[in-house]
């Protein structure tokens, strides 16, 4: 038995890191560097994991991340598009594959 409410709930206690990639890719895409997007990125998650804070709340308090993007923009990468209706489709497209034997 598939529990979407209960997989998007797991997510959501990560306070927001599941979308770290998505912000990272937003910070390149606006042109700053692979490694100092990896830096703002980094340096922001770990305020979650140490502190408990939320990542979209720590990625707006930052300036270095706000001269690249928005609050608008931050907003749109640091917030799950996930919802449980995503995550039934997608448990059952996997459901519905056959394994490969090897």
């Not at 997510?11 to 390149?28: D, E, H, I, P, Y």
């Not at 709340?57 to 995503?86: F, G, M, Q």
């Amino acid at each position: 038995m598939i529990y979407p409410e209960n997989m998007l709930a797991n997510m959501n206690k990560f306070r927001g890191l599941v979308m770290s990639q998505r912000v990272l890719l937003a910070l390149t895409q606006a042109g700053v560097s692979r490694e100092d997007s990896y830096k703002l990125v980094q340096r922001n998650a770990m305020k979650v994991w140490e502190r408990g804070a939320d990542f979209k709340t720590e990625l707006l308090a930052d300036s270095e991340v706000t001269k690249a993007l928005t609050p608008a923009e931050i907003e749109e990468k640091s917030t799950s598009a996930i919802t449980p209706n995503t995550l039934i489709r997608f448990s059952n497209a996997s459901l519905a594959r056959k394994p490969v034997l090897t």
